[in-house]
């Protein structure tokens, strides 16, 4: 077994696309962990969504050996993702380490996530280990962002070390400095045994596989171990690390990174953030663990023909296996039928989700448009969680409608401060600070409900920012708001699945926008279609959709049936992703039509 | 086409075996605008080596299957008036030969007003052909002249007197919504048609094909399509002209007198077997469809190597056969008949689409009583949109 001297358990964290996956693979190749041969970039981005959209979306844990100074160092590394909604993934990793390298893209800068997850490092206690990554490209200017880390993150110049993910330059020293500065994991490896359950994931032909940071203790094939917080027990049948493919090993003792699987068949019945000890020997206390995270984007997910209702069920209960993050319950909609109401990180996360779900079981899905969680408190005094609009009771009953509010953080060019600053006070956003990164970028921070945020901030400032400007953002609360349900009404029916939330103030605006988009989407009837726009009964907008007056084939004949029947069954078809509400079709783009903006 | 009495007979029903035959005859004179079928032009030279093809490929079904006569053919183009005399003569012999009808059988030709004169007339009712379908499309020198009709409109009149004097039926196709064309151009045509003393109507509403010069112009803004409301108007006054002129509308865009019904075209429509010869000629034989290739060329070498010239086949499974039958069964006034729906799919119709039946009936877009359903007046207006509805019950 290892001496503690000898191991350093670190992740490595960034803003997204900084270079962490490639940066990882560098390790793995200077340490021989892979060979040339089995090389390919990003290598630990192995889920088929990583490799198609170039982003990590679970953290990679992985073990490698390095020879330094006469003696083998076994280096615990951990690439977490860098987007806004996998913050979570970051926080676990680290809570398994003691220390961080904090990677800054030298083209870039600073950006949002990188001061993010420099404070998810500060909080935890880790050893930051700065670095300034992608120095092999010409328009890097290190000094300019080692200044920036300096101004905002309080980082000595003379500590960054430069590394190109790339090129390979620099990697050796960083692994020297790695070794240097991070302190050894402390546990003795012959008190009780604690370890903290930092991951899991769902493998289906050997179940649950728990991924273990052992803090103090060890835990050996074959031992009987309990979860402290689910009060189960069960045996140790496999255990080892990932260098990076799975590699069995009889023992992993304190300070130690690996996984291990006894028998679980649900990724339920482990809790991230658990304690592993012995059966036998028991922990007096557990590891402080972590906070859950929660779902803050929640949308309704319904099967375009209503009879897939139960393979959706299947599937969703599938992908839970593997990601605990989100979460689903059956709900019902008059107009929609039979679906269920998913709760996500995010909005890349909701998409992720989609992706895969139709992807596993290839079918054709229908989202309503997304909202955050409400609370209302009601003139009884109760508090009602409203994750779905349909449940927001009669105004009557409500005495304060409350929204989740953010502080959220814009690190962007400072010639952009005040399009920034508009674009906030459009969304209700109250302006907290101005910080100056250097003479030509700026952090600005608001005050904001999130579901200003959740649907197009992000676009737009890409946009007003050409790219330059980021964005992270944390809860802080809810806050009561003068919040109404705007509903919309199709050929006379208030359809459930349309009615969003929002402020007063913006409702008959965006409730007239919805509508206009709503009638170039969805397709002319053999009957008018109305569509109307109402908020606590009254219209407040209304477009209707002609009737189809003629759509008739002149000419038929023999050689031409099957070339018709193909024409009528595709256009029966209609859009792809549709659903029938009453005798109208409306198809997906008409149930994101609140996300129109109106430019 | 001497009758022959029908030796034995096969007595698979019409959907398994085919009683009906359609011949393709590709050349014209020239493209009309609008005009998306198979056809060639300036191919003339190539006429005697098609005949030849087209004989080799109908005496190989007839030596392949046991004799089976014909209750209709249909010879369809293209422009089969277009041939020469000599060449239909030809045709004749080698249709007598190698498709056989029987008694009483309806035998029409397709021809164009310009290329039928009084000799081809003579030769074809001498032939044993009982009915020629007339491309007149119109009446009115403007609307001919934005469909890109090479004749004038005496020219339809005349032949029109040429075929009666024969004592043949006499069809008229008409077309409506041409660019240009306002609703007392269409009224006249009706008008003309019928004093004319036609048997058989048929109008077509303009469609612009992908990839004809009438879309092409469309599509540069040279050209502008009338709207929907006033190509609703045009049928419209179709039916209401025709119907009091004492035409019956048996299908979507057919009318007939009396007796006048095209026998062939309701083959298609009661969606049976029917054979089809020629260059992209479509067959319906035993629940599989073949189409031929539409390249002249090709269709002459692949008939001259004795290859079999079909280039796509698709054996229809029930489902398919379900929504075809259904497609076809609805442009009839009959609609679809319960019983024999069922018999020919398997399925009982009524209960079969009753998703959409009810709310279609209740919309007024189709009527039904106890031998089936059917398009209402105002469903005929729509009849691919109530068809697609239909076809979301599977
Ligand atoms: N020139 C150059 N390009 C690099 C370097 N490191 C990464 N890249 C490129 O930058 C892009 C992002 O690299 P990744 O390694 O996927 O970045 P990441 O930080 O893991 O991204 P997320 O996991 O999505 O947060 C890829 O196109 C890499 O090829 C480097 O040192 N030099
Ligand atoms: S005559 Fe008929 S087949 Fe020939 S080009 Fe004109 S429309 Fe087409
Ligand atoms: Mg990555």
Known sequence: ?599 | MIPHFPPTESTDPPWIHPRAAYVHIPFCAHQCGYCDFAIATGKDDRISAYLEALEWETSRWKQAQKPSFLGTLFVGGGTPSHLNPGQLARLCDLLHHSLPVRLGAEVSMEANPESLTAEKVKLLAQSGWSRISLGAQSFSRGTLKSLDRPHDPTAVRNAVTLVKEADLAVSLDLIFGAPGQSPADWQADLGEAISLGTDHISTYGLTYEKGTPLEKRVRLGMVRPVGEELERRMYSMAMETLGEAGYEHYEISNFAKQKKRCRHNEVYWANEAHLGFGMGAAGFVGLTRNLNTRDLERYIRLCAEGTNPAFQSETLGPRERVIETMIQNLRRAEGIESHRFFLQTGFEPKAFFKAELNPLLGQGFLAQDDRGFRLSHEGKFVADAVMKRLIRCL
């Open chain 1, 1 to 599: 077994m290892a001496n503690n001297d000898l191991i350093r358990n670190f992740s490595i964290i960034a803003h997204i696309d900084h270079g962490k996956s490639t940066l990882a693979d560098q390790f793995l190749l200077k340490t021989g962990a892979i060979s040339q041969r089995e090389f390919r970039s990003q290598l630990l981005d192995g889920m088929d969504l990583e490799r198609e959209r170039g982003i990590t979306i679970r953290m990679h844990p992985v073990t490698i050996y390095h020879q330094y100074n006469g003696k083998t160092y076994e280096l615990n590394l951990i690439d977490t993702p860098g987007h806004v909604d996998f913050t979570y993934e970051v926080s676990r990793s680290l809570a398994a380490c003691e220390g961080a390298v904090l990677l800054v893209d030298a083209t870039q800068g600073v950006q949002a996530q990188t001061v993010a997850n420099a404070y998810l490092a500060v909080e935890n206690n880790l050893t930051i280990v700065p670095v300034l990554n992608k120095i092999d490209m010409e328009i890097s200017r290190p000094e300019e962002v080692k200044s920036e880390m300096e101004q905002v993150l309080g980082i000595r110049p003379e500590e960054v070390l430069g590394t190109s993910g790339k090129t390979g330059q620099g990697v050796d020293e960083l692994i020297v400095a790695l070794i240097e500065r991070i302190p050894p994991p402390q546990g003795n490896p012959d008190d009780k045994t604690r370890a903290l359950v930092y991951n899991s994931h769902f493998d289906s032909f050997k179940g649950v596989v728990i991924y273990v940071r052992i803090m103090e203790g060890r835990i050996r094939k074959g031992q009987r171990i309990r979860m402290m917080g689910q009060g189960t027990e069960h045996v140790v049948i496999e255990m080892g690390q990932f260098r990076p493919n799975p590699t069995v090993v009889d023992e992993l003792g304190a300070g130690q990174v690996g996984y291990l699987m006894a028998q679980i068949k649900k990724l339920d019945d482990v809790k991230i953030g658990d304690t592993v000890t012995d059966a036998f020997n028991p922990a007096e206390l557990p590891l402080p663990g972590y906070k859950e995270p929660k779902p803050m984007v929640f949308s309704g997910l319904y099967p375009s023909n209503n009879n897939d209702y139960e393979s959706l069920r299947d599937s969703l209960a599938k992908l839970r296996l593997n990601d605990c993050s989100f979460t689903y319950g059956p709900e019902n909609s008059e107009g929609l039928g039979w679906g269920f109401r998913c709760g996500f990180l995010g909005m890349l996360h909701r998409e992720i989700i989609q992706q895969r779900i139709e992807r596993d079981s290839e079918l054709e899905l229908v989202q309503t448009a997304p909202n955050v969680t409400y609370e209302i408190l009601t003139k009884k005094g109760e508090i009602i969680v409203v994750d779905n609009p349909q449940k927001v009771p009669d105004s009557g009953q409500i005495e304060e409608f409350r929204e989740p509010f953010i502080t959220i953080n814009f690190l962007i060019p400072s010639s952009n401060i005040g399009d920034i600053m508009k674009l906030c006070t459009e969304r209700r956003g109250l302006f907290s600070k101005t910080e100056y990164l250097s003479p030509i970028r700026a952090m600005v921070t608001y005050d904001m409900p999130l579901a200003e945020v959740i649907y197009d901030l992000f676009d737009k400032l890409k946009s007003l920012t050409k790219g330059y400007g980021t964005m992270d953002y944390e809860i802080t609360g809810f806050r009561a708001e003068d919040l109404v349900r705007l509903d919309i009404l199709v050929a006379g029916k208030r359809v459930d699945a349309l009615s969003t939330i929002m402020h007063r103030s913006t409702a008959e605006v965006r409730g007239r926008r919805m509508i206009k988009k709503m009638r170039e989407e969805i397709d002319r009837h053999l009957f008018e279609v109305v569509l109307q726009a109402a908020i606590g009964g009254r219209i407040v907008a209304r477009e209707s959709i002609s009737a189809m007056r003629k759509d008739v084939t002149a000419k038929c004949y023999g050689g031409d049936v099957s070339r018709k029947r193909k024409l009528l069954s595709k256009q029966a078809e209609g859009k792809k992703r549709m659903k029938q509400v009453g005798q109208v079709d409306i198809p997906q783009e008409a149930f994101l039509a609140v996300l129109e903006t109106g430019e």
